[in-house]
């Protein structure tokens, strides 16, 4: 059973939309076997809702689940939950300050090679405003924490 689930997380890997780059799923199976993930977990509390990685979530916020590949040197983010039109993720890279960007709507997956150190995530959905008006954003998900040593 576990087997399927990581054949399945690999199909999802491969065929998911990614917002910076390209994924090249790794061979799941093969990694699982060597140990190659390490999780994020949310220090502060979230509902988990299960998947692979484990994904989190407050009330009325999208979910957020990351995983980082000591195989391949990624850090994989996978966010979704709202009907939106983009996702806003806050994220600090190991020695970094806090950065924000934009993520495309739906359920989606983003993922860039590690730095050595810790992350910390948090992500909200949001629809545009009309003409001269702000977006509509959700409360931020959980902050996930993702030690890529």
């Given amino acids: 059973m576990a ?3 990581l054949r399945r997380m690999a199909m999802a890997l491969s065929s998911c939309a990614v917002a910076a780059g390209t994924v090249t799923a790794p061979a ?3 990694a699982a076997a060597q140990g190659c993930y390490v999780d994020a977990f949310p220090p502060g509390g979230g509902t988990n809702i299960g998947g692979s990685p484990n ?8 979910y957020i689940g990351a995983r980082y590949d000591r195989c391949n040197g990624y850090v994989y983010v996978i966010y979704g939950g709202y009907n939106a039109t983009h996702y ?3 994220w600090v890279a190991p020695g970094g300050p806090w950065e924000q960007g934009e993520l495309n709507a739906g359920k989606g997956l983003w993922s860039w090679p590690a730095r050595h150190g810790d992350y910390n995530l948090v992500v909200q959905a949001c629809n545009r405003g009309g003409f001269l008006s702000r977006s509509k954003c959700t409360n931020w998900s959980p902050q996930l924490y993702l030690n890529t040593r």
């Fill in 3 to 5: 087997a399927l689930k």
């Fill in 28 to 30: 799941v199976t093969d």
């Fill in 55 to 62: 994904r989190y979530k407050w009330d009325n916020t999208p």
């Fill in 88 to 90: 806003n993720v806050r």
